[in-house]
T-cell receptor, first 115, second 113 residues
Framework: EDQVTQSPEALRLQEGESSSLNCSYT??????LFWYRQDPGKGPEFLFT???AGEEKEKERLKATLTKKESFLHITAPKPEDSATYLC????????????????FGQGTILTVHP | NAGVTQTPKFRVLKTGQSMTLLCAQD?????MYWYRQDPGMGLRLIHY???????AKGEVPDGYNVSRLKKQNFLLGLESAAPSQTSVYFC????????????FGQGTRLTVV
């Protein structure tokens, strides 16, 4: 059974204090790993897609990396507006293993950045 | 650009009532998903579909049924609603290539009393 675990569950930072969020996974046949941001009362907003170990993507203060067993979302010098829940998801094979298409999310990390 | 549209946005049901949530996408995506999200938790996969006429169970399928009769629509049914099904439901779709992100609807807030 595919499993996605995010840590920590919650993270409180001071503005400018860099840190990392973790997403570890145990899956069969990874097709891609996705990072999303979700603000209260809204649907998830796409951030990054990673496909192979060693791959890195950057966007403003965020940088995502991928290894064979986990992904990190690094936040450099965060601002209060970066406060949100960050979700990772993996795209894997269906139950029958005949195709890809199953998208499983972790439970998320709630990030709070204080001014 | 409508993207993914969920109907309704809010609903209150009495225990034992039935209802259907509709998800419609206009991007010609093969994959569609239904998730539920409870306070402090991520998105839990209820059912998904990898193409018209196909459905598969996710992590928490009990108490729900789905149908994908048309490629653009994915319906989630609750035959006999229970208070434990009070949640926010999100629908999403993505293309088969898997090289792009899933697009989400705005969510349906369901309360079962």
């Amino acid at each position: 059974e595919d499993q996605v675990t995010q840590s920590p569950e919650a993270l409180r930072l001071q503005e400018g204090e860099s840190s990392s969020l973790n997403c570890s996974y145990t899956v069969s046949g990874l097709r891609g790993l996705f990072w999303y941001r979700q603000d209260p009362g809204k649907g998830p907003e796409f951030l990054f897609t990673l496909y192979s170990a060693g791959e890195e993507k950057e966007k403003e203060r965020l940088k995502a990396t991928l290894t064979k067993k986990e992904s990190f979302l690094h936040i450099t010098a965060p601002k209060p507006e970066d406060s949100a829940t960050y979700l990772c998801a993996v795209l894997t094979r269906t139950a029958g293993g005949t195709s890809y298409g199953k998208l499983t999310f972790g439970q998320g990390t709630i990030l709070t950045v204080h001014p | 650009n409508a993207g993914v549209t969920q109907t309704p946005k809010f609903r209150v049901l009495k225990t034992g009532q039935s209802m259907t949530l509709l998800c419609a996408q206009d991007m010609n995506h093969e994959y569609m998903y239904w998730y539920r999200q409870d306070p402090g938790m991520g998105l839990r996969l209820i059912h998904y579909s990898v193409g018209e006429g196909t459905t598969a169970k996710g992590e928490v399928p009990d108490g729900y049924n789905v149908s994908r009769l048309k490629k653009q629509n994915f319906l989630l049914g609750l035959e006999s609603a229970a208070p434990s099904q009070t949640s926010v439901y999100f629908c999403a779709s993505s293309p088969r290539q898997g090289n792009t992100e899933a697009f989400f609807g705005q969510g349906t807030r369901l309360t079962v009393v």
